[in-house]
Structures are given as C-alpha cells and as structure tokens.
Nanobody, 122 residues
Framework: QVQLEESGGGLVQPGGSLRLSCAASGSIFSITAMAWYRQAPGKQRELVATITRNGTTNYADSVKGRFTISRDNAKKTVYLQMNSLKPEDTAVYYC????????????????WGQGTQVTVSS
C-alpha cells in the first residue's frame, strides 16, 4: 500500500508564497507521474501541475509563470512552489500519484493524499 502525506498549506496574503510538499511512503520501488490538484469550495477538482519521473512538467494556464512543480525521486517527494498567490488560488490542494512500481515489480495505480488547505486572503 502507498500513502501520500502533504504539508505546507496555510494562510497567506495576496502576492505571497507557499511551498507544498508531498511525501510518498509504503511499498515503492519507483513512481511515474506525480501531480498536484486543487478543489475550491463549490467547484470541481482541477489539475494544477504534473511532473514525470524524468522531470517533464505541465501546468494549468491559471498558474503558469507563478507555480513550479518539482520532485526528488530519492526522497519520493513532490513539491509545489507557489508564488504571487491570488485569492482565487484558495483551495484544498491534493497530491496525486498515477502509478507506482512495487519492489516486486508490480504496478499499483491512482493514489491521493488527504489534502492541505491553502487560503489566500488579506
């Protein structure tokens, strides 16, 4: 089984920065794509950013130029650096792992963290 633990959320003023972290643990040999999603009150969950194992990234248009996704494969951790935050960035942010290779070289799919609240407000 795989667990994802997020940290780093909180309250920040508009224009401020936060860095989210998501550490994976459990029966993991390697992890393929990792991603951050977010869900604002009354809205559907949306993709924020993705990163492949070799570091290829992709971003939602709404966060391009402000957010940076990165990962440390040795630590099995993905990060989301969020700069120039806006009130519309307020949401619960979720970490997602698409596919894990276990130590027995089996595939396991679709893991989510519990979410971390980000609130941007003056």
């Amino acid at each position: 089984q795989v667990q994802l633990e997020e940290s780093g959320g909180g309250l920040v003023q508009p224009g401020g920065s936060l860095r989210l972290s998501c550490a994976a643990s459990g029966s993991i040999f390697s992890i393929t794509a990792m991603a951050w999603y977010r869900q604002a009150p009354g809205k559907q969950r949306e993709l924020v950013a993705t990163i492949t194992r070799n570091g290829t990234t992709n971003y939602a248009d709404s966060v391009k130029g402000r957010f940076t996704i990165s990962r440390d494969n040795a630590k099995k951790t993905v990060y989301l650096q969020m700069n120039s935050l806006k009130p519309e960035d307020t949401a619960v942010y979720y970490c997602h792992v698409d596919r894990v290779v276990t130590p027995t070289l089996q595939y396991e799919y679709d893991f989510w963290g519990q979410g971390t609240q980000v609130t941007v407000s003056s």
